[in-house]
């Protein structure tokens, strides 16, 4: 038993005294992704990206004369264990910046460890609307937001402003606990929150297609839950009656009863916000119950996945989705991420990859910035950051109750002839939206 | 004698580790261990001593976790009274549980657990209202230093291993171990069995409620997948139960021990030991070995599984003298 | 009505892959009295076959049920020989490592899988995938129609074996009482094994009439083993009927569930009716059909 024990302390132990074989000359960067379980798919798109960037940026001399060393670890998409992640990288790698951070329960999970050390965290996927809001790590803001939502549910207008005052008050104090915070504050977000995935979906929708009702399908997951939120109130601002929303386990074997149920009640518009591959058979079998609104419109990597069209076949034809970004975009080396990513690895890459290529070009760049490796001197340089990467422009500034925050355009995306190609805004469109679609004939 | 001595020891040890060992990461390790040490003695007392084996132990963790969570969103208190309420809870759900299911025997109990289990994760998704749904709840941790958590945690840990002990030295203990040897023989003994399974159920519930009180207020996050999650906590439970060794007194704390270490040994490719050595020695093949283990860690994980259970059926404590002896002969042998 | 209909259509046609999925689970479950969480990662095995033998040889997914079926069944054999068979000989205070040795399997063969084929999703696009048929307003899908006649031609050879060769009966009887058939004369350790492999050769023609219409990538295991523990709950331990049934049952209840209640209840409905038949009906629909 003793024996035992002490040999495995041994080995627990070894990592911490074992010296760092090669610490002298690179600088460290921790990334933390998925690469095992359900979202390993995207986490291994983000790993090759940011590889590939590491590998280009250590080719043109790396950063000041140093190269960089990513330290990429796996989080398995569990909390505990992306904490675990964390701290390895911090206590015992010393990396001066995280990056990465997918699901949003494992982004929290690192961002509870950054905001406790006031460690640099640069988020490129994890969509949860405030993990760049300082409020909603404050005791009192917290407070606020449930109050909220109790408010949502309160028909009584004297109860009502009673509520109102009280949350008033509360928040005069998370504002308080905010500036407090704001310092240890270093947790930058590259990608939109999932509130503005749809942005430009919705002015499509405002006019080119008019809807006058929607079904609302989501994966349930916080994704899924909340961008359909979302996507509610913007419907009540477009006019748009909602007829239904429903949410499903991401994995379902069959679609069908819930789109027979869709088709019953007859909407313009079928909005969709799926993650995997439910995406494809969710179009699949709108086709085989020859369901034929106006228009199916998707949210998310569902239905912007290279796999779709394989899998989905004439089903994803036409389909239009929201995007965050295309290789079409005129954004430097876009084009060209896309072909070197498809050339060294042998498959597609979309939104994810570029989001992990250009974190890692934005990390670069405020490391040749810094003052010094200390967490302090990189958040100041993250929060001066001005550049352009292959994913946009990248700025972090404030708004509502964000901070730290990119602004980023979203787009319109059709599956047009097996391709994909935005059509929406016009400004950015490489081709013409082709609306209304009269499914029972594309799809025959 | 010195084998009594050696739970002192231990405890001993793990007062002072903090403050030998400064880094957070294997801190925050440990009180991973902690947890799992709670959790494991609660499973061992009803599945190792009662031999009513649980696959749902994520049921009362989870309930616990979000009692935690909920009593800072909806009351606005704090989160550290999970630690009592979340326990009360967890043993809410496991009364009408165990009062229907406990007419179960073997796999239908187990079955009846797994369903349990998934039930508990359906409802704190589907109930918006009060749960978030998948939104799930976000806490701000009390405290940025490690060291309150470690302790708290090392005395929950402390509490239940003592816990689990009295309980066994009493007459419940002996109630319990008939039950699992022979259920029928018990009963025709006049044993109320369903009873006794009962008591066996609730404390085991209680100690895993408060292990998922501690794990909100630790991690900060919670959302239905993460603390209802079949994989990742039930069956981690069992893990953590069979590889120390079921039925034994100090097995799931060495089964913690060794889960959390093993897991994170794989993971980090032995702490980052693996690719360091490979780059040192300078080999294109060494260092694409090194990358293919480190990249199947969990497939590791999984057959380090296999061949435990395999060779080890009683755990690392019940298997002991096996264990001695292996390594005694080999030093024998290569002496 | 037509909606009802749908639902009924629906149903009824995924119920026939959960049975396959289920008979499986439940002749493992009878006959060795432990559950096997590996299932759906067996399932998931044998759906990369089909996509290997469909992608590289252009075998077509239903002739390649006679390749993935046997390498299966090897598998299975495998399995209860070399790894769960020697759990039974040691003295263990619980049963349950069995059943967490195939927890440890499904995690081998689930990271074996990833590390050949990736996360990537993968599928097998047929010409006939999507193809559908209509009896009035009723969309019925080809390839689940023609599921449905392999499962019920799979079914019958299965009692045929079970009710007519001694094998069979020998099965049959160590899934009623264990000592008794070691008394009889029967070798109980190779029936544990045939019975593995022909629960994984079943559950493996599942998975080969499931990935036309699918997709598939190496977490996809898990979801199935969930559903096949509650069909066989719904139809009692060790019963093939009743497995037959229980697949039958979950598949209407989630269709109608989806239906006139919402689809996030899906899975819930299936385990409210095994919590009520588990309350009512403690042998589960075998007690109803006595067989």
Known sequence: MKRLSRILLLVFLLGAFCPSVFAAEAIKVGVILPLTGKQAKFGEIEKQSFEMAAEEINAKGGVNGKKVELLIEDTQGKPDVARSAVEKLISQDKVVIIGGGYTSSETYAAAGVALNKGFPFLVNTGSADNI?????????????????????????????AEIEKEIAKIEQAADMEVKALIDRFAIFRLNPPVSEYAGSLESFLAEVVKPKTVAILHENSLFGTSGAREFEESCKKLGIKILMRESYDAGAVDFKPLLAKVKQADPDLVYMISYLLDASLLMRHSMELKMNPKLFAGAAAGFTLPEFPQNAGKASE???????????????????????????????????GAEAYAAMYVIADVLKRAKSMSPKDIKDALSKTDMMTVFGPVKFISYDKKVNQNKLDTYVVQWINGKLEIVWPKKSAKAKYIYPVDWIKERQ | MVKKAVPFIALAALLVFPLVV?????????????????????????????????????????????????????????????????????????????????????????????????????????????????????????????????????ALAVISLITVRLVMRSKYGYYFLSIREDQDAAESMGINTHHYK??????????????????????????????????????????????????????????????????????????????????ASGSETIISLSEFITKAHVMGFGILVVVAILFLPNGVVGDWNKITRLVLQKKIKGG | MDLFLQALVSGLLRGGLYALVGIGMTLIMGVMKIINLAHGQLMMVSMYITFVCFTSLGIDPYVSLLICMPVLFLIGVIIQKYLLNPLIRVETILPENQVLMTVGIGMVLTETMRFIFTSDYKSVKTSYSNATFFLGNISFSVPLVIDLGFVTLLTWVLFWFLNKTDTGKSIRATAQDKDAAILMGVNSEKITYITFGIGSALVAAAGALLIPIYYLFPDIGGEFTRRAFVICILGGLGSTVGAIFGGITLGLAEAFGATYVAMEFEDVIGLVIFILVLLFLPGGFRRLIKI
């Open chain 1, 132 to 160: 760049t809001e300082p409020s909603a790590f404050t005791p009192s803001g917290q407070r606020a937001e449930a109050m909220r939502k109790k408010l949502d549910g309160e028909k009584d207008p004297a109860k009502k």
């Open chain 1, 318 to 352: 036409k389909i239009i989705s929201a995007d965050l970004w295309h290789q079409s975009l005129p954004f430097p080396g876009a084009q060209e991420y896309y072909d070197k990513f498809r050339k060294k690895y042998n498959k597609d890459t979309e939104y994810h």
């Open chain 2, 22 to 154: 400064k880094s957070d990461y294997y801190q925050h390790l440990m009180i991973l261990v902690l947890m799992w040490v709670v959790i494991g003695s609660a499973w061992n007392l009803i599945a190792g001593y009662t031999g009513q084996v649980s696959f749902g132990d994520a049921a009362f963790f989870g309930t616990g976790a979000y009692t935690a969570g909920l009593l800072v969103t909806k009351l606005g208190w704090s989160a550290w009274w999970g630690l009592f309420f979340g326990g009360i809870t967890a043993v809410l759900i496991a009364m009408p549980f165990g009062w229907i299911c406990f007419r179960l025997r073997g796999a239908y109990f187990a079955l009846a657990t797994l369903a349990l289990n998934e039930i508990m994760r359906h409802i704190a998704t589907i109930w918006e209202k009060l749960t978030y749904g998948m939104l799930g709840i976000l806490i701000v941790q009390t405290f940025a230093s490690k060291l309150p958590y470690y302790y708290i945690s090392l």
């Open chain 2, 198 to 279: 009962m008591i066996s159920l609730v404390i085991a519930a209680a100690l895993t409620g408060v292990a998922g009180a501690l794990y909100m207020n630790y991690m900060g996050f919670i959302d239905p997948h993460v603390v209802f999650s079949l994989h990742d906590i039930s069956i981690m439970a069992i893990l953590v139960g069979i590889v120390g060794g079921v039925g034994t007194q100090y097995g799931p704390a060495v089964g913690a021990f060794i889960m959390v270490a093993v897991q994170e040994l794989f993971r980090t490719g032995g702490y980052g030991l693996i690719s360091k050595l490979a780059k």
